[in-house]
């Protein structure tokens, strides 16, 4: 079964500054990678998802991954962060014919003025 | 377009009683899922729906979880007897048939058993 592992619990970085989230899949075969964001007290909302093909992908609000096979990793960057990125940050991976996703524990971001 | 619909949002119990968490998805989407969120922790299923057939409910505790989807499109997720260990956020969230990994999440429930 696919896992996932988000190394970082908690990430502060400044307004303005680059961000950039780790994620790391297990995986026999291709997987399908999401990131997802979750402000407090709401649900998640999908960022951005890799199932093939260009393995850069661009995402919502500015945000951007790289699938990276060899690493067996999806990190999640944005060159950017307004305050208003201030939440969890979820990866997830799925497989082909296999509607069972899992997530990660997440990552907080906090975001200084 | 309406998002995935969930009541109530936040619900404190006693131990041992009964609590039932209403969703009501996207218009269309076939597949429900119901999730369970541990603090500081991801999303964990808790069962599938494809239209009213419960495919993956593998890691349902049966002995005290129950669920149903009536008509293939509201769902409720009930606890009874309900304990300390349950409290949590429950999520639902609902996607497309053509699409199982187009999924929109609900608000949630946060559950709290005192």
């Known amino acids: 079964a696919q896992s996932v592992t988000q190394p970082d619990i908690h990430i502060t970085v400044s307004e303005g500054a680059s961000l950039e989230l780790r994620c790391n899949y297990s995986?026999?075969?291709?997987?399908?990678l999401f990131w997802y964001v979750q402000s407090p007290g709401q649900g998640l909302q999908l960022l951005l998802k890799?199932?093939?093909?260009?393995?850069l992908v661009q995402g919502i609000k500015g945000f951007e991954a790289e699938f990276k096979r060899s690493q067996s990793s999806f990190n999640l960057r944005k060159p950017s962060v307004h305050w208003s990125d201030a939440a969890e940050y979820f990866c997830?991976?799925?497989?082909?014919?296999?509607?069972?996703?899992?997530f990660g524990a997440g990552t907080r971001l906090t975001v200084k003025p | 377009e309406a998002g995935v619909v969930q009541s109530p949002r936040y619900k404190i119990i006693e131990k041992k009683q009964p609590v039932a968490f209403w969703c009501n998805p996207i218009?269309?989407?076939?597949?429900l899922y119901w999730y369970l969120q541990n603090l500081g922790q991801g999303p964990e299923l808790l069962i599938r729906?494809?239209?009213?057939?419960?495919?993956?409910d593998s890691q349902l505790p049966k002995d005290r979880f129950s669920a149903e989807r009536l008509k293939g499109v509201d769902s409720t997720l009930k606890i009874q007897p309900a304990e300390l260990g349950d409290s949590a956020v429950y999520l639902c969230?609902?996607?497309?048939?053509?699409?199982?990994?187009?999924?929109?999440f609900g608000p949630g429930t946060r559950l709290t058993v005192t």
């Open positions: 969230a609902s996607s497309p048939g053509s699409n199982p990994y187009e999924q929109y």
């Open positions: 995986y026999g075969a291709t997987p399908y």
């Open positions: 890799y199932f093939s093909g260009d393995t």
């Open positions: 997830a991976v799925g497989a082909l014919g296999n509607n069972d996703m899992r």
């Open positions: 218009s269309g989407h076939n597949t």
């Open positions: 729906y494809e239209n009213e057939e419960a495919v993956d």
